[in-house]
């Protein structure tokens, strides 16, 4: 997972860098993570139905993407910004150009909030092409 965090380059290491669809009650849900040693992007499509573009709304809580600054020392102290937040409208989107068996292309951005401190972070230029790693 490649992206701009405000602006900073962000690139996920390959051996933390995944994706995973499970089916349960006729429903898809498909996970994407990409993790360096301080920071992680994480993206949920619950509803997720193959290749398109699926709007990140306040209007859909069943679709989020978060970036998260870990704390390994202290856990508890690990920030998260989520999208989409409350009274957020649209804030982004994350498409799916390319699926197959064992792989996930495409490209996201969007913009979230942390609710400690209501800050946010805008993550854009985000593309991915990921393993899908199901059990």
Do not use: R
Request: hydrophobic fraction near 30%; charge should be negative; proline fraction near 2%.
């Amino acid at each position: 997972i490649t992206a701009k965090i405000n602006g900073s380059s962000f690139t996920s290491l390959e051996m933390t860098s995944f994706a995973n669809t499970t089916t349960g009650g006729g429903q898809t849900t498909l996970v994407m993570q990409g993790n360096t040693q301080s920071q992680a992007i994480n993206m949920i499509i619950n509803g997720y139905d193959g290749i398109g573009t699926y709007e990140l709304s306040d209007s859909n809580v069943f679709i989020s993407a978060s970036y998260i600054e870990p704390n390994v020392n202290d856990p508890l102290n690990s920030q998260t910004w989520n999208a989409p937040f409350q009274d957020s409208g649209v804030v982004g989107e994350i498409k799916i150009a390319e699926q197959s068996d064992t792989t996930i292309k495409g490209t996201f951005h969007f913009t979230c909030k942390n609710v400690n401190d209501g800050s946010t972070k805008n993550i854009t230029d985000g593309s991915f092409n990921l393993e899908i790693m199901n059990n």
